[in-house]
């Protein structure tokens, strides 16, 4: 069968366009608001948090307390970090304990436990699902729709970076947020201490670690040098201007490699070094 010709395949994009109506936020959040009452059963309390946010849980004092969180997170997101926030409706659901967290996931996602005991982000449905039971990490899973809103290029491993920095969340003041050390921290000390892993352990592995490789089976090492390679960066004050420019210039930067020499100075390679001494002396 011949290919439709360039005209006839505009001409059907141009129609399809024309019979999708226009995205309307305020029946989206009205459907999800709807939608967690069915997902949740009765007792769930649902509330909007900032202009898009519908979140919900089976606890209402657990959902209650997420709220002042959430709003604290999103204001230091949009606080110079990210140029570009989410503009369709997305929603939280927030489990007190691990039994009603998993036995979501096994209802709704084809039987199955949850794929973090923590919490995830499904970008497909617009869900955040949240085990609050086990301080699940809000902050991180909300990162992730804003860095594939303000880049949606981004790799892999700066997106779990800039995202698992925040699980340990330092909320200084109204539009601050940075990440302190965390339960990420031992699997890269080994890793600096063994011969076979060391080797592997720098930023020039980092830059090039495909989307694929990333979650190989070093995936628990990869997230670990992502996400303190993020601390370093951003206890400099250089994370997000070279964010930002990795993101400005990614058609011709795809590895972010120039951004990082733009911001630092340096090579990657070349600053491997002093993030090794860094690493060493946290």
């Not at 709704?108 to 919490?119: A, T, V």
Request: hydrophobic share 40%; glycine share 8%; proline share 7%.
């Amino acid at each position: 069968m011949a290919a439709p010709s360039p005209s006839a395949t505009a001409a059907a994009t141009a129609e399809a366009a024309k019979a999708e109506p226009p995205y309307n936020l305020e029946a989206d959040r009205e459907g999800r608001l709807k939608l967690a009452r069915e997902d949740l059963g009765g007792g769930t309390k649902a509330i909007r948090v900032a202009p898009i946010f519908i979140v919900a849980g089976p606890s209402p004092a657990v959902t209650s307390s997420a709220t002042p969180f959430i709003e604290a997170v999103i204001a230091a997101y949009t606080n110079g970090r990210f140029g570009k926030a989410p503009a369709q409706a997305i929603s939280i659901y927030i489990f007190p304990e691990p039994t009603s967290y998993h036995g979501f996931c096994r209802k709704h996602y084809g039987g199955k436990e949850c794929i973090s005991r923590f919490g995830f982000y499904e970008p497909n449905d617009r869900k955040i699902i949240m085990n609050g039971g086990a301080d699940g990490t809000l902050s991180h899973e909300l990162a992730h729709p804003f860095v594939e809103t303000d880049f949606p290029d981004a790799p892999t491993w700066i997106n779990e970076g800039i995202a698992s920095l925040f699980e340990q969340p330092i909320l200084a003041g109204r539009g601050e947020i940075h990440g302190g050390k965390n339960w990420r921290f031992p699997r890269l000390r080994n890793a600096m201490n063994s011969a076979k892993e060391d080797p592997s352990v720098r930023l020039e592995t980092l830059f090039t670690i495909g989307d694929d490789d990333f979650r190989d089976g070093s995936e628990d090492l990869h997230y670990a040098m992502a996400r303190y390679f993020c601390q370093w960066m951003d206890e400099k004050g250089k994370l997000w201007p070279f964010f930002h420019a990795w993101r400005d210039n990614a058609k011709d930067d795809p590895r972010g490699e120039k951004a990082f020499i733009e911001v630092m100075g340096k090579t990657p390679k070349d600053a491997s070094a002093d993030w090794r001494r860094w690493l060493r002396a946290l």
